[in-house]
T-cell receptor, first 116, second 114 residues
């Protein structure tokens, strides 16, 4: 079974600075999808960014980018120019492409604080 | 706009009671999922469904059941609530055809069992 590990339970960053959240995963599959979700205090689960394993180019969405290293099974999230609204729980998630649209496997999350 | 709604948003009940959490989506998605979120555990899969009359057990299915009688709804039932089932519950849905499509989540139900 696939597992996802987020080794940083808590992180903090100064406003306008850059922070990187780490995520590693364990799988024997060669094709899969990876996601980062943000959960603010409102409890919503908001998709931040996604990456397809067969694409070597790192995904980017505005201030959010990933460093995807397939061989190392690493999928870190970089947040540039951090804003107060970035404060939230961040979850890394894995999805196998087998059997259609399979459930997500989540890491335990990283709580990000942004300091003004 | 399409959406996924959960009800109630908060619920307090007693051990031994039967509890049903509702999940309704208007995305017309075939796939629906129930997760529970606990501090230190992230989100863990309880049950999921790939279509009407289809249900499957997830990682933490003991004490829970689901039924899928139509595309829009996947209610989650706790047959006899236990204090260990105090948690935040999330319902999600997704398309079948493209694994790159994200799951859409409801806003969660906070369930407290006393």
């Amino acid at each position: 079974a696939q597992t996802v590990t987020q080794s940083q339970p808590e992180m903090s960053v100064q406003e306008a600075e850059t922070v990187t959240l780490s995520c590693t995963y364990d799988t024997s599959e060669s094709d899969y999808y990876l996601f980062w979700y943000k959960q603010p205090p409102s409890r919503q689960m908001i998709l931040v960014i996604r990456q397809e394993a067969y694409k070597q180019q790192n995904a980017t969405e505005n201030r959010f980018s990933v460093n995807f290293q397939k061989a190392a099974k690493s999928f870190s999230l970089k947040i540039s120019d951090s804003q107060l609204g970035d404060a939230a729980m961040y979850f890394c998630a894995y999805r196998s492409p087998l059997s259609g649209n399979t459930p997500l496997v989540f890491g335990k999350g990283t709580r990000l604080s942004v300091i003004a | 706009d399409a959406e996924i709604t959960q009800s109630p948003r908060h619920k307090i009940t007693e051990t031994g009671r039967q509890v049903t959490l509702a999940c309704h989506q208007t995305w017309n998605h075939n796939n629906m999922f129930w997760y529970r979120q606990d501090l230190g555990h992230g989100l863990r899969l309880i049950h999921y469904s790939y279509g009407v009359q289809d249900t499957n057990k997830g990682e933490v299915s003991d004490g829970y059941s689901v039924s899928r009688s139509n595309t829009e709804d996947l209610p989650l039932t706790l047959e006899s609530a236990a204090s260990s089932q105090t948690s935040v519950y999330f319902c999600a849905s997704s398309e079948s055809s493209d694994g790159n499509q994200p799951q859409h989540f409801g806003d969660g139900t906070r369930l407290s069992i006393l």
